[in-house]
């Protein structure tokens, strides 16, 4: 089974920052990952699927690259309401999750 | 619009058992494969069960597999996770999520339901 490292664990950043979340495989994913945004007592959302693509509804801030092994989650100009846990996926495989707070 | 909805969470006993449904609307759950997703207390997320969209159940996580079952129900379009011999350690809100699969290894999951907690405690 591959295997799925996120990272960090956590990041604390203010709001209008960039943040970057990486997600590093133990073989090769192609372009089959995917990111998940939680915010506190909610659902998982859908934000990126297959590597890069922006999820219908989704801000336009955030967005994704990578391939093979290794992805990167970016948000750009942070807002309030992305102060949440972030996933990424593969399969049947979860990454950890990066727990994004407020500087 | 499309929308998941589960039910049927609560406390249970160890070595009991409890029945969640996810009830869809907007979509026919016949179409698609369908997942639960659990979430322990504070914990990341982890796939349980999987089915197919012939109604074939195609994934169990290791530490569930002899103790849930998953089905479906067309008619009422809906999805259940039958639990039984239950431990602390299946302790954890439960999601149910649809399988988007445009390929045998790519898919992902959208959208997801509100979740169930189901708590597992003498």
């Known amino acids: 089974d591959i295997q799925v490292t996120q990272s960090p664990s956590s990041v604390s950043a203010s709001v209008g920052d960039r943040v970057t979340i990486t997600c590093r495989a133990s073989?090769?994913?192609?372009?089959?990952l995917n990111w998940y945004q939680q915010r506190p007592g909610k659902a998982p959302k859908l934000l990126i699927y297959a590597a890069s693509n922006l999820q219908s509804g989704a801000p336009s801030r955030f967005s994704g690259s990578g391939s093979g092994t290794d992805f990167t989650l970016t948000i750009n100009s942070l807002q309030p309401e992305d102060f949440a846990t972030y996933y990424c996926q593969h399969l049947y495989t979860f990454g950890q999750g990066t727990k994004l707070e407020i500087k | 619009e499309v929308q998941l909805v589960e039910s049927g969470g609560g406390l249970v006993q160890p070595g009991g058992s409890l029945r969640l449904s996810c009830t869809a609307s907007g979509f026919a759950l016949s179409n698609y494969w369908m997942s639960w997703v659990r979430q322990a207390p504070g914990k990341g997320l982890e796939l349980v069960a999987n089915i197919n969209q012939h109604g074939s159940p195609t994934y169990f996580v290791d530490s569930v597999k002899g103790r849930f079952t998953i089905s479906r129900d067309d008619a009422k379009n809906s999805l259940n996770l039958q639990m039984n011999s239950l431990r602390a350690e299946d302790t954890a809100v439960y999601y149910c999520a649809r399988d988007v699969r445009p390929g045998p290894t790519l898919y992902w999951f959208d959208p997801w339901g509100q979740g169930a907690l189901v708590t597992v405690s003498s």
């Open positions: 073989q090769s994913m192609s372009s089959f």
